[in-house]
């Protein structure tokens, strides 16, 4: 079996021509970050967990700098902190990956969390298992819930089949969300792109998101694969798929990846996807595994420095508002 692609790897790749353009667009601004886009963001991926009240297996057992990081309570409080000054209007939920028997308990907890308002958090995307035999009962409780906007199960686990997506009890609870107009999240690994492609096609009625850019440091597949992959997914047949800004941050600290080096990898998604069909994402807490939601935030408006208003304006706000319908 093929290694899978270490972040060191993935940030060795580069594209000359991305790294001199957004070189120059650095240079070009001031070193107060003057130029940079100062809109509005939409934050479309937003982790909490009260382990008093949840306990995610994963979390659980974290070791090392994940368990440093990621295994003590993480709260909306401590997200609006780590948002201060950022200009994040609006957050949307996703789910930790709870046990089973927590995904109620979890959905209900956010949804309550939105409805009590003081914070940008307004929607929540939860956790669910299309393929279970209840999952139609699982949603009921939800009809006409304002702030639940799609479902999600963490696929890119090592011990899930490339193609377990395409089960027909799967197909069928994806394409369930549809019919309630749901949306489902797309969490695969780089090898299974190219089932999460059928998967889409399987399901012409549904929404989806793929996270994390398709995670193209995740799986037993190099960047190459992860390219053609994505691109099957963006021309998919049916169009309404969009992809989040994230996840390609990596295991690294602030000093070890400038934007230059993440450039490659966000264009390769603004590229397939056009700017119509992307919207950023904190990833938070997640994302101090590799840095700070701040830094993130200043990443990406560097990549994207040198673009036309509208286009980093739709992909930091404009985007996210109208597939969630934000308002």
Same mark, same amino acid.
């Given at each position: 079996?093929?290694?899978?692609?270490?972040?060191?790897?993935?940030?060795?790749? /580069?594209?000359?021509?991305?790294?001199?353009? #957004?070189?120059?667009? %650095?240079?070009?601004?001031?070193?107060? /970050?003057? $130029?940079?886009?100062?809109? =509005?963001?939409?934050?479309?991926?937003?982790?909490?967990?009260?382990?008093?009240?949840?306990?995610?297996?994963?979390?659980?057992?974290?070791?090392?700098? %994940?368990?440093?990081?990621?295994?003590?309570?993480?709260?909306? %409080?401590?997200?609006?902190?780590? &948002?201060? $000054?950022?200009?994040?209007?609006?957050? #949307?939920?996703?789910?930790?990956?709870?046990?089973?028997?927590?995904?109620?308990? =979890?959905?209900?907890?956010?949804?309550?969390?939105?409805?009590?308002?003081?914070?940008?958090? !307004?929607?929540?995307?939860?956790?669910?298992?299309?393929?279970?035999?209840? @999952? &139609?009962?699982?949603?009921?409780? @939800?009809? /006409?819930?304002?702030?639940?906007?799609? *479902?999600?199960?963490?696929?890119?686990?090592?011990?899930?089949?490339?193609?377990?997506?395409?089960?027909?009890?799967? *197909?069928?609870?994806?394409?369930?969300? $549809?019919?309630?107009?749901?949306?489902?999240?797309?969490?695969?690994?780089?090898?299974?792109?190219?089932? $999460?492609?059928?998967? *889409?096609?399987?399901?012409?009625?549904?929404?989806? !998101?793929?996270?994390?850019?398709?995670?193209?440091?995740? /799986?037993?597949?190099?960047?190459?694969?992860?390219?053609?992959?994505? &691109?099957?997914?963006?021309?998919?047949?049916?169009?309404?798929? !969009?992809?989040? #800004?994230?996840?390609?941050?990596?295991?690294?600290?602030?000093?070890?990846?400038?934007?230059?080096?993440?450039?490659?990898?966000?264009?390769? #998604?603004?590229?397939?996807?056009?700017?119509?069909?992307?919207?950023?994402?904190?990833?938070?807490?997640?994302?101090?595994?590799?840095?700070?939601?701040?830094?993130?935030?200043?990443?990406v408006k560097r990549i994207v420095a040198a673009d036309?208003?509208?286009?980093?304006?739709?992909?930091?706000?404009?985007?996210?508002?109208?597939?969630?319908?934000?308002?």
């Amino acid at each position: 079996m093929n290694r899978p692609l270490s972040r060191r790897d993935f940030l060795k790749v /580069g594209s000359s021509a991305v790294a001199v353009a #957004v070189a120059a667009a %650095a240079a070009s601004m001031g070193a107060d /970050g003057t $130029g940079l886009y100062d809109g =509005e963001i939409v934050d479309t991926h937003v982790h909490l967990w009260d382990l008093s009240k949840l306990k995610p297996p994963w979390v659980a057992s974290a070791t090392g700098r %994940a368990r440093a990081v990621l295994g003590h309570d993480h709260l909306l %409080a401590d997200y609006v902190e780590a &948002a201060r $000054g950022l200009r994040i209007t609006r957050g #949307v939920y996703m789910e930790v990956d709870v046990a089973e028997e927590d995904q109620a308990r =979890e959905a209900k907890s956010v949804s309550d969390l939105c409805a009590a308002g003081g914070s940008p958090l !307004v929607a929540a995307v939860i956790s669910g298992r299309p393929a279970a035999a209840g @999952f &139609a009962a699982y949603l009921d409780p @939800f009809r /006409g819930n304002p702030f639940i906007k799609g *479902v999600r199960q963490v696929l890119h686990r090592a011990d899930m089949p490339a193609r377990s997506c395409l089960e027909p009890a799967f *197909v069928r609870g994806v394409r369930e969300l $549809g019919r309630r107009g749901l949306s489902f999240d797309l969490v695969l690994r780089n090898d299974q792109l190219d089932s $999460g492609a059928e998967l *889409v096609d399987l399901c012409p009625g549904t929404r989806f !998101v793929l996270d994390h850019c398709g995670n193209p440091h995740a /799986g037993t597949a190099g960047l190459r694969a992860w390219e053609q992959g994505l &691109a099957r997914i963006a021309a998919a047949k049916n169009r309404d798929v !969009v992809c989040k #800004v994230s996840g390609v941050y990596g295991n690294v600290s602030d000093r070890a990846w400038p934007a230059e080096r993440l450039a490659p990898l966000v264009r390769a #998604v603004i590229d397939r996807f056009g700017w119509d069909r992307v919207m950023f994402a904190g990833d938070w807490p997640v994302v101090d595994l590799g840095s700070s939601l701040r830094g993130w935030v200043a990443a990406v408006k560097r990549i994207v420095a040198a673009d036309r208003p509208e286009h980093q304006a739709g992909l930091f706000a404009g985007n996210a508002r109208k597939f969630y319908a934000l308002g």
